[in-house]
T-cell receptor
């Protein structure tokens, strides 16, 4: 069982909907990450949070809005998504390092997102 | 055998044999490397890592080898089992603790019972 918990496991939404993905870890990690993964591809980094502050945004469209309410929780708010945004969204955490990036990163099992 | 093409590279091995999964990296400044295993419907699972001051590290049934001269990383799995069937990703970090991981394309390991 993964120590990073993501909910929901599956999400289907229309292009006009607003929804949120949630991630929780209780390992005391202070760096948390969002990745996007398309089928048969490696994970692509979207955001990095360090000590609840956004430290890296990999030029992600504004229809994806991350939030870190506290050191254990990470949210990804979704609004006006496009069909090409359908993917597996992975959360990860690690001990904090420089720029908030630490190693190794521990992943959750992801949310499978489908945009209709 | 191993095939590379438009699809994910695949390595097929007989149960009980040893598996070797290879990864080439391009950034000579990378000094931290990780192997992840991703089973269908799950997130990447940490297997083993190695820093550039080492050339070999062993875990339970797994060994990672690092050849900095030719920028090559390999994962060896001893006595491969059906449960080892998954996609394996190598990842590198160009600067220790300072830059996000860069993932390789991945290799699918299929274990034949």
């Amino acid at each position: 069982d993964t120590e990073v918990t993501q909910t929901p496991k599956h999400l289907v939404m229309g292009m006009t909907n607003k929804k949120s993905l949630k991630c929780e870890q209780h390992m005391g990690h202070r760096a948390m990450y969002w990745y996007k993964q398309k089928a048969k591809k490696p994970p692509e980094l979207m955001f990095v949070y360090s000590y609840e502050k956004l430290s890296i945004n990999e030029s992600v469209p504004s229809r994806f809005s991350p939030e870190c309410p506290n050191s254990s929780l990470l949210n990804l708010h979704l609004h006006a998504l496009q069909p090409e945004d359908s993917a597996l969204y992975l959360c990860a955490s690690s001990q904090e390092g420089g720029r908030g990036v630490g190693q190794p990163q521990h992943f959750g099992d992801g949310t499978r997102l489908s945009i209709l | 055998g191993e095939s590379v093409g438009l699809h994910l590279p695949t390595l097929s091995v007989q149960e009980g044999d040893n598996s070797i999964i290879n990864c080439a990296y391009s950034n000579s400044a990378s000094d931290y490397f990780i192997w992840y295993k991703q089973e269908s419907g799950k997130g990447p699972q940490f297997i083993i890592d190695i820093r550039s001051n080492m050339d070999k590290r062993q875990g339970q049934r797994v060994t990672v080898l690092l050849n900095k001269t030719v920028k090559h990383l390999s994962l060896q799995i001893a006595a491969t089992q059906p449960g080892d069937s998954a996609v394996y990703f190598c990842a590198e970090a160009p600067y220790s603790g300072n830059t996000p991981l860069v993932f390789g394309k991945g290799t699918r390991l299929s274990v034949i019972a």
